[in-house]
């Protein structure tokens, strides 16, 4: 594969530690409702914080295949937050600024006229759109009720 344009190089370097970031993020979650004995969202989150590994490799790899050497990007942790709600906002925020990133690279992509990148970036935005989705549920289930142990019913019932 051709080596990719300065930009999209950037972008997906800075990608890598989005990522990284964003499974912290759901870490930080996970443990907040495992604190709060809310077993459901726990394992959701758990699985979502697996999930952003998973995605934070692959980009890696990608650029590798792509002739790219990536030193992992420093990471800072996301800040503690507490609360079904605001937890809910934050992972909601988190998504929707992930698909932007994904947008953004699949923009310089296209305008380098490298279809390899847009292939995986599209990939990605498919792959957001349901998180974005999921994060809304997540967020209305924990706005409609103060109770913990209502919310991860609804979090049983709707992620299993």
Not at 135 to 150: E, G, K, P, Q
Request: aromatic share 6%; charged share 30%; net charge negative.
């Amino acid at each position: 594969m051709p080596k990719l344009n300065d930009t999209v190089r950037d972008l997906l370097i800075r990608q890598v530690g989005r990522e990284m970031f964003a499974s912290l993020t759901y870490r930080m979650a996970k443990s907040a409702w495992y604190e709060a004995g809310c077993t459901a969202a726990h394992r959701w989150a758990r699985e979502e914080a697996e999930h952003e590994v998973h995605h934070s490799r692959k980009v890696d790899k990608y650029l590798a295949q792509r002739g790219e050497v990536v030193a992992c990007p420093t990471v800072e942790g996301p800040k503690v937050v507490r609360g079904a709600t605001d937890i809910a906002k934050t992972l909601l925020a988190l998504e929707e600024s992930v698909t932007d990133d994904w947008q953004a690279i699949h923009e310089a992509a296209e305008a380098a006229h490298d279809g390899e990148t847009c292939s995986l970036s599209i990939r990605f935005l498919d792959e957001q759109v349901d998180g974005v989705d999921a994060a809304r549920r997540v967020l209305r289930f924990a706005s409609a009720t103060t109770d913990s142990m209502a919310f991860d019913q609804q979090m049983e019932n709707e992620f299993g």
